[in-house]
């Protein structure tokens, strides 16, 4: 079983900055890659952006440019650093952690980009 927990989340104005960590625990060992997802009202839950074991990223077309994930192995911990927040951005991002077949989710925590 691993444990993943999100925070960093807020309300910010567009053009703003936030920082996101994702700390996962438990058995790690299993974890290959880490990854941010977010869900608006009404809408899928999309993914953002994915770091593998390797250190390979990958991110949705929308957040290139602006939005960079980056991972501490030893800490078992993978950051979302977003900057140029736009409104659109706003919704409930997600910490998902994935290795040997197995899926674990956090809780969310909640991201607001308004004036």
């Known amino acids: 079983q691993v444990q993943v927990g999100e925070s960093g989340g807020g309300l910010v104005q567009p053009g703003g900055s936030l920082r996101l960590s994702c700390a996962a625990s438990g058995s790690t060992i299993i974890i290959y890659t880490m990854a941010w997802y977010r869900q608006a009202p009404g809408n899928q839950r999309e993914l953002v952006a994915v770091i593998s074991g390797s250190g390979s990223t990958n991110y949705a077309d929308s957040v290139k440019g602006r939005f960079t994930i980056s991972r501490d192995k030893a800490r078992n911990t993978a950051y979302l650093q977003m900057n140029g927040l736009k409104p659109e951005d706003t919704g409930r991002y997600y910490c998902?952690?994935?290795?040997?077949?197995?899926?674990?989710w956090g809780q969310g925590t909640q991201v607001t980009v308004s004036s």
């Open positions: 998902n952690v994935h290795g040997f077949g197995q899926t674990y």
